[in-house]
């Protein structure tokens, strides 16, 4: 009989491990959520609570005098490797009374984390990177106006050796001054999820279709039974949160809320848990905005 291989059973029991740091880390490999220690504390505790029962660890991270920490802190890329950039939003810049928020992430990886940070060397928020799968980064245009001293060419490479992804475009909308992907598509189950883009704008939404499937992917955008007037706030819903056990949507209290988490269940078989989000969307973000999800 042949004796056992030591090197091949501990491969073996540490192949997942060695398999995720690896390769591209996706939303839905995520095992911990954190938080700014400055949001709502009964947004917190509800946080904590939906995550509990899945398993999700909930921390805190970042500054309290941010609270959209998915817009400052690192993006991870494998297991071990995490990409800080530059975070200084021209639409803070601007303005004096939001200064405040720009805050720095920096040291939070290595000292905290005990990973690796890698500069990325680009002017960007985090919520303006949507991963699709280990194939692309979507990002709007707003990066090449916000990092003028580069080429598109130049951009792109930079991305692609950065995330070991290629970029896939979209069109921003300048009458949305923060210009996140993250507002307008997010991905689940190897499906492109889109806001309902073409209540709004359907040239913009038809260009948003176009690049997408170019690319390969289905895009399933979201629709709701309007009873007098489109939502205003019905963007939100597609700003929602995966992990590896839960998914977290937001909630407005309206009856949108039942339509947009029905058609994500036809998406996905993961259990779905709903976010009360009003206060957040009242200040221009969602859940997505306010939370950071890593695998550790």
């Known amino acids: 009989m042949e004796s056992p291989n030591p090197f091949n059973t501990l491969v073996h029991s540490n192949y997942s491990f060695y398999l995720l740091d690896m390769k591209n880390i996706t939303e839905s490999d995520s ?10 504390p009964e947004l917190v505790e509800e946080i904590r609570e939906k995550c509990g029962k899945h398993g999700i660890r909930v921390a805190f991270c970042g500054s309290k005098d941010n609270i959209w920490v998915m817009d400052d802190m690192p993006i991870q890329r494998s297991d071990d ?67 003028p001293q580069y080429s598109q060419a130049d951009i792109e490479a930079i991305i692609r050796d950065s995330f070991h992804r290629e970029v896939l475009w979209l069109p921003w909308d300048k009458a949305e001054m923060y210009g996140h992907s993250d507002g307008i598509i997010n991905y689940l189950n190897g499906i492109v999820v889109m806001t309902n ?15 997408l499937n170019k690319a390969g992917f289905e895009v399933k955008e979201l629709k709701y039974s ?10 939100c819903y597609v700003n929602f949160v995966e992990t590896n056990n839960v998914i977290l949507v937001p909630r407005l209290g309206v009856d949108d809320d039942n339509e947009a988490v029905k058609q ?23 859940i997505h905005c306010a939370t950071w999800n890593i695998y550790q």
């Not at 905290?112 to 799968?133: C, F, R, W, Y």
């Not at 309007?226 to 963007?235: G, Y």
């Not at 269940?265 to 009242?282: D, G, H, W």
Request: charged share 30%; aromatic share 10%.
């Open 81 to 147: 490797c995490f990409l800080e950039y530059q975070y200084a939003p021209d639409y803070l810049l601007s303005s004096k009374r939001y200064s405040k928020y720009l805050v720095t992430s920096e040291r939070f990886v290595e000292d905290t984390l005990g990973k690796t940070a890698k500069p990325l060397g680009l002017v960007i928020d985090g919520g303006n990177v949507v991963k699709l799968a280990d194939k692309y980064v979507a990002m709007t245009e707003k990066v090449m106006v916000e990092n």
């Open 31 to 40: 095992n911990e959520i954190l938080l700014s220690p400055g949001l709502f």
């Open 226 to 235: 309007f009873k007098k007037t489109i939502h205003k706030r019905s963007w």
């Open 197 to 211: 883009y073409s209540d709004f704008d359907k040239d913009i939404a038809r260009q948003i279709h176009k690049r």
């Open 264 to 286: 994500l269940s036809k998406i996905t078989s993961k259990p779905i848990e709903t976010i009360n989000a009003l206060p957040l969307v009242r200040r221009g973000g969602a």
